[in-house]
């Protein structure tokens, strides 16, 4: 029922942002303009074809379907930023009605200004998108030293590569799975960290699409491992667990175990738990009373929530996901005044 609402809410606001923002593209034009009626149906297309998209994904996997899913994700990014765009624009003709800053020649051509603001956002968002898409496409390794206190020197060289969020899809297909797959283990790892969200809300792209192949072919010799994200919950958590398990990575969920004589490993599972089971998940105080004190803790946490609480029970590493820092500017600010660290490394205590 929670995730009824939450969907229900979410497409009430995805209809008033489109709303707002169909309502002022279609002001752009000329009044009796031909490009008016073009626009219309173009950009209702465009809108209706993320939540179309994904209604599809659940009976039927196809190029059609996949267009419009991939459609549908850049304009989920391009609305948000065509909001900001078109906020400041009134915003600046808000303030102008009380202290004029606009020059006046802009008033003498209206129509012309109008249809040239038009083409100046859409050319500047369309080029943030691009750029942003590239960037998303030219994955980078991050290597970080983790310094070891003396008594652990037994898990020291020991390599853990860790890659969070892969959200195995239909815009993370075949080939792109393929890539991050074999980037991953060209580091030679020892041992693979999954924290959450490795498969996307819907569990049916991924399996017509075999994407699961690609995850079995992840190696190391300590073994895969991963605990889950809110995605496994929101595609259904069991289904999740049991193709990930089928395809050789084991899932803790509010679970240890002893990685050889290295480390003590905690997968939680993902605070959604509680959304979707009415329960609360076990403390990180219960699961670390269950370990070796002789080994230090490693715990995978999908969202990086509450640093204090495995700095108090002594967690020597933690590895989360779930932020991606906002994915785009500017809510990379929200998510660096949400999380503690919304992004790379931070020591806290010990």
Same mark, same amino acid.
């Given at each position: ?12 606001? *995805? ?20 490009? %008016? ?16 998209? !994904? ?7 196809? *190029? ?13 990014? $391009? ?16 303030? @102008? ?11 003498? #051509? ?21 750029? =942003?898409?590239? !960037?998303?496409?030219?994955?980078? /390794? ?35 799975? !393929? !890539? ?16 959450? +969200?490795?498969?996307?809300? +819907?569990?049916? $792209?991924?399996?017509? @699409? ?13 073994? /895969?491992?991963?605990?889950?994200? @809110? ?14 398990? +089928?395809?050789?990575? %084991? ?46 803790? /490693?715990?995978? +946490? #999908?969202?990086?929530? #509450?640093?204090?609480?495995?700095? %108090?029970?002594? /967690? ?7 932020? #991606? %820092? =906002? ?6 600010? $929200? ?8 992004? =790379? ?6």
């Amino acid at each position: 029922m929670k995730f009824l609402g939450f969907l229900i809410t979410f497409l009430i606001l *995805y209809a008033i942002i489109n709303f707002y923002l169909i309502l002022r593209g279609f002001q752009c034009f000329p009044s009796g303009s031909l490009y %008016r009626w073009i626009y219309l149906p173009v950009i209702l297309i465009i809108v209706l074809s993320f939540p179309a998209g !994904k209604l599809l994904e659940h009976v039927w996997i196809s *190029y059609f379907n996949d267009i419009l899913v991939w459609i549908g994700s850049f304009w989920f990014a $391009a609305m948000f930023l065509f909001l900001i765009f078109a906020l400041f624009i009134d915003l600046f003709r808000l303030v @102008n009605l009380f202290l004029p800053v606009i020059p006046k020649f802009l008033f003498d #051509h209206v129509d012309k200004t109008k249809l040239i603001i038009l083409l100046v956002g859409v050319c500047g968002i369309s080029l943030a998108m691009i750029l =942003g898409h590239l !960037k998303a496409h030219n994955i980078k /390794v991050k290597n970080y030293n983790i310094l070891l206190p003396q008594k652990y020197q037994n898990c020291s060289g020991l390599r853990i590569v860790v890659a969070s969020d892969l959200h195995v899809s239909t815009t993370v297909g075949r080939k792109r799975c !393929k !890539k991050i797959v074999n980037l991953i283990n060209a580091q030679k790892p020892n041992i693979i960290l999954l924290p959450g +969200d490795i498969v996307d809300s +819907d569990l049916k $792209a991924v399996t017509e @699409n075999n994407l699961g192949d690609y995850l079995k072919e992840l190696s190391a010799p300590l073994g /895969v491992y991963a605990c889950p994200g @809110n995605h496994e919950y929101i595609g259904g958590i069991e289904q999740a667990i049991q193709y990930l398990t +089928d395809h050789n990575i %084991r899932v803790l969920r509010d679970e240890g175990l002893t990685i050889h004589d290295y480390f003590y490993l905690i997968g939680r599972d993902d605070p959604s738990f509680s959304r979707y089971s009415g329960k609360n998940r076990a403390s990180l105080e219960s699961l670390t009373a269950q370990q070796d004190t002789l080994l230090p803790s /490693v715990v995978m +946490d #999908h969202q990086p929530l #509450h640093l204090e609480e495995a700095s %108090r029970n002594k /967690v020597f590493l933690q590895v989360s996901g779930h932020t #991606h %820092r =906002g994915q785009f500017w500017p809510f990379n600010w $929200a998510t660096d005044n949400i999380y503690e660290c919304s992004h =790379g490394y931070i020591k806290k205590d010990d």
